[in-house]
């Protein structure tokens, strides 16, 4: 009997309309023939799944179910594919541990520290993985006094992001102190109750997809990422809406391409990650070290994102490679295979 796989998307933040983009691709790749796919789209009115006759019907949050013609629907494994808040902080993998269902994505733990941007380069530095100087605000700051901290303290440029948040929304770079820092404060607390403002590592941009399937642990080639001149950085616009050149495999040194690997490893090893993650670096020439700018633990699959441009330079199909992360889910020794 083909395994029930809900595909969850949607989300509370304005990531969703990135969710919605991975699970389109997600599922024009899932085989019909070895699973049965139901996609679940949680949204602040509800929790949903929408039936071949265009009826939406509600997911039973007391055990993830679903009543389709009078009949009850437990799930085998989750494929996460939902950005932003509930899901790649942590609150969803949680949900699903306490319901023993197993997921693709990272465990919940690992979710909530690698979303809060503060708590992850923290650990990372504190691992001895190179991370670039930052400071820290919560809502609470004062805005003068914030600002004048980050011309006192950091070298400029700067990126100020909110600290839990993806797709650079709300993030804004500052090229001199003279720039309008409280502006870009406001701007990035518009979209959280807390901000990180960062120095900028100056060198080439690089991004790593990192996989775990039941051979270990697996590095994607190397994607290198270069913004429009026209872009102030790997914004948004940059991301979603083609004003990037990404170069995958990337062309540098096997040397350099090496430590990225071995770090890109090292990372999801600390971390403790799960399924595919997506780790963005500069490599820094001067030191000839690549610095870790952020950890992606759900890692966009639209027809823009990195992670189909990787698998596809290493070989594999996107079919093949979803049910390689779907196969090491499904496990006999899950606590939810006795779901019936």
């Known amino acids: 009997m083909r395994p029930r796989i809900a595909l969850v998307t949607g989300g509370y933040s304005g990531e969703s309309v990135i969710s919605y983009r991975t699970a389109d691709t997600i599922a024009q790749h899932l085989d019909p023939n070895r699973y049965q796919v139901y996609r679940i789209d949680i949204r602040p009115d509800g929790w949903w799944y929408t039936n071949t006759d265009g009826q939406h019907l509600p997911v039973d949050k007391n055990d993830f179910s679903l009543t389709v013609n009078g009949v009850k629907i437990l799930f085998e494994a989750v ?4 950005h932003g808040t509930p899901g790649e902080d942590g609150k969803l993998p949680g949900y699903f541990d306490m319901l023993g269902i197993p997921y693709t994505c990272c465990p919940a733990a690992t979710s909530a520290v690698t979303f809060n941007k503060w708590y992850a380069t923290s650990i990372a530095g504190a691992a001895g993985i190179p991370v670039a100087r930052s400071l820290f605000f919560d809502h609470a700051a004062d805005r003068k ?16 992001k909110p600290n839990n948040g993806g797709s650079s929304i709300g993030m804004s770079k500052l090229n001199q102190p003279d720039d309008d820092v409280e502006s ?11 901000v990180l403002v960062e120095e900028m590592v100056q060198g080439r941009e690089f991004t790593v997809g990192v996989y775990r399937n039941r051979s270990g642990i697996q590095v994607l080639p ?9 872009q102030p950085f790997f914004d948004f616009v940059a991301k979603y809406q083609g004003k990037s050149t990404e170069i995958t495999p990337a062309d ?3 040397s350099k391409a090496d430590k ?7 990372i999801y090893e600390v971390f403790g990650c799960a399924g595919v993650v997506r780790i963005d670096f500069i490599y820094h020439a001067e030191t000839d070290q690549p610095f870790m700018l952020e950890v992606n633990t759900i890692p966009g699959q639209s027809s823009a994102s990195i992670i189909p441009q990787q698998v596809r330079a290493a070989g594999l199909t996107l079919q093949g490679f979803y049910a ?17």
């Open 252 to 254: 540098l040194a096997e």
């Open 324 to 340: 390689e992360l779907l196969d090491h889910t499904l496990t006999p020794s899950t606590p939810s295979a006795s779901r019936s």
């Open 184 to 194: 870009a404060l406001e701007r990035a607390f518009r979209e959280d109750t807390q």
């Open 79 to 82: 494929f996460l594919a939902l």
């Open 260 to 266: 990225l690997r071995s770090t890109a490893r090292r």
């Open 145 to 160: 006094q914030a600002a004048a901290s980050i011309r006192s303290s950091l070298t400029f440029p700067v990126f100020v």
């Open 222 to 230: 190397i994607t290198e990422v270069v913004a429009d001149t026209q």
